[in-house]
């Protein structure tokens, strides 16, 4: 079975400092995706990073990174000098088979000023 | 999400009534998903399709059926609505390989 695993419900972080957003997940396969969706109370469901499980190097996205470690199934979110803006629920996945999305159940993240 | 339109955006229903919600895509995608969102359960996967009329369960599709009967209409219906279906609907879509999904803003829905 394929999961994702997202343990911190809610976080907060104050304006301008960083957060570490954790995933952990379980699948076979050996070649997959892996994925960070940000919701703000938007509800729009926006793309932050997207990382390829054959590569080593970690994702960078401004200030979005990735910690990708793939023997232990981990894939964590570092965001950077936190703005306001950043304020959503934060979605973990990983694609398999091209098409077939896991989606962890996410995690709240509010920036206080 | 220019190229997703989801309709309606908000709805309320009553217990027993048939529901229908639309998605429709100009991105000419071929995969097309249905979501559901509820708190403490992430995005549940409902149905999907692979093409044109061909279509399969996901892991919650009891209540649910879809049509795709063209590339760019996915439709979800609740045949007898109950509470328990009260929640946000999204629809994505995917040209497949690795870019992900494209997502479409969300119905939300209430059952009462």
């Known amino acids: 079975a394929q999961t994702v695993t997202q343990s911190q419900p809610e976080m907060s972080v104050q304006e301008a400092e960083t957060v570490t957003l954790s995933c952990t997940y379980d699948?076979?396969?050996?070649?997959?995706?892996l994925f960070w969706y940000k919701q703000p109370p938007s509800r729009q469901m926006i793309l932050v990073i997207r990382?390829?499980?054959?590569?080593?190097q970690n994702a960078t996205e401004n200030r979005f990174s990735v910690n990708f470690q793939k023997a232990a199934k981990s894939f964590s979110l570092k965001i950077s000098d936190s703005q306001l803006g950043d304020t959503a629920m934060y979605f973990c996945?990983?694609?398999?088979?091209?098409?077939?999305?896991?989606f962890g159940t996410g995690t709240s993240l509010t920036v206080i000023p | 999400d220019a190229g997703i339109t989801q309709s309606p955006r908000h709805k309320v229903t009553e217990t027993g009534t048939p529901v229908t919600l639309r998605c429709h895509q100009t991105?000419?995608?071929?995969?097309m998903y249905w979501y559901r969102q509820d708190p403490g359960h992430g995005l549940r996967l409902i149905h999907y399709?692979?093409?044109?009329?061909?279509?399969d369960k996901g892991e919650v599709s009891d209540g649910y059926s879809v049509s795709r009967s063209k590339t760019e209409d996915f439709l979800l219906t609740l045949e007898s609505a109950t509470s328990s279906q009260t929640s946000v609907y999204f629809c994505?879509?995917?040209?497949?390989?690795?870019?992900?999904?494209?997502f479409g803003s969300g119905t939300r829905l209430t059952v009462v």
């Open positions: 990382q390829e499980a054959y590569k080593q």
């Open positions: 994505a879509t995917s040209a497949g390989g690795s870019y992900g999904y494209t």
């Open positions: 699948t076979s396969e050996s070649n997959y995706y």
């Open positions: 991105e000419n995608h071929r995969y």
């Open positions: 399709s692979y093409g044109v009329k061909d279509t």
């Open positions: 996945a990983f694609m398999i088979g091209g098409n077939q999305f896991y």
